[in-house]
């Protein structure tokens, strides 16, 4: 059974900057997609950032484009998510997923094709 483990959310004020990072363990990290959502209360969760980790494909929402970089470390298992230039309406709850397999890369931001969820780090931006 996979696990994720997210770590690097906190609070910053607007303009700065933050690296989420996913731990994955008991989990094949190659061939599948790997992404990060947030949620804010009240709304729906958001595909935020993606990444095909065989092919090292990207994909962002367009909310983020420009401003966040999402990587990989094959040799240590973990996802990351470099968060720069942040704004007041990043903040939320981030949640690391992954696929059991490769998906339609259309459908890399969505999270019903998404299998394994780790816990949620809170990222806090004031303004």
């Known amino acids: 059974q996979g696990q994720l483990v997210e770590s690097g959310g906190g609070s910053v004020q607007a303009g700065g900057s933050l690296r989420l990072s996913c731990a994955a363990s008991?989990?094949?990290?190659?061939?599948?997609?790997m992404g990060w959502f947030r949620r804010v209360p009240g709304k729906e969760r958001e595909g935020v950032a993606a990444?095909?980790?065989?092919?090292?494909?990207?994909y962002y929402a367009d909310s983020v484009k420009g401003r966040f970089t999402i990587s990989q470390d094959n040799a240590k298992n973990t996802l990351y998510l470099q968060m720069n230039s942040l704004k007041p309406d990043d903040t939320a709850i981030y949640y690391c997923?992954?696929?059991?397999?490769?998906?339609?890369?259309?459908?890399?931001?969505?999270?019903?094709?998404?299998?394994?969820w780790g816990q949620g780090t809170q990222v806090t931006v004031s303004s």
């Open positions: 997923a992954a696929t059991l397999g490769t998906i339609w890369s259309a459908l890399a931001l969505k999270d019903y094709k998404y299998n394994y």
């Open positions: 008991g989990y094949s990290f190659s061939g599948v997609y």
């Open positions: 990444i095909y980790t065989r092919g090292g494909n990207t």
